[in-house]
Nanobody, 116 residues
Framework: QVQLVESGGGLVQAGGSLRLSCAAS????????MGWYRQAPGKQRELVATINSGGSRTYADSVKGRFTVSRDNAKNMGYLQMDSLKPEDTAVYYC??????????WGQGTQVTVSS
């Protein structure tokens, strides 16, 4: 069974930074792609950033130039460095991972709150 656990969320002032981590645990799996999503109150979950096993990255337009997605394949870890945070970045952030056999797993989410 694969489990994902996010950490690193919290309260930060506008202009500040946070680094989210996503730890994948379990045995006998290989992650092809990792993604970060967020969901603000009353809104749909939206894609923030993705990174595949080769290191190719994609970002939502709203976070380009401010957020950086990375991963450590050896440790099955994913990261989202968030700089120049804005109040509109406030949301619950989720990581997901797509496995080589096609299954997708989600973490439980971590709250990020940016005060103005």
């Amino acid at each position: 069974q694969v489990q994902l656990v996010e950490s690193g969320g919290g309260l930060v002032q506008a202009g500040g930074s946070l680094r989210l981590s996503c730890a994948a645990s379990g045995t006998g799996f290989s992650i092809t792609a990792m993604g970060w999503y967020r969901q603000a109150p009353g809104k749909q979950r939206e894609l923030v950033a993705t990174i595949n096993s080769g290191g190719s990255r994609t970002y939502a337009d709203s976070v380009k130039g401010r957020f950086t997605v990375s991963r450590d394949n050896a440790k099955n870890m994913g990261y989202l460095q968030m700089d120049s945070l804005k109040p509109e970045d406030t949301a619950v952030y989720y990581c997901n991972a797509r496995m080589t056999w096609g299954s997708i797993y989600w973490g439980q989410g971590t709250q990020v709150t940016v005060s103005s």
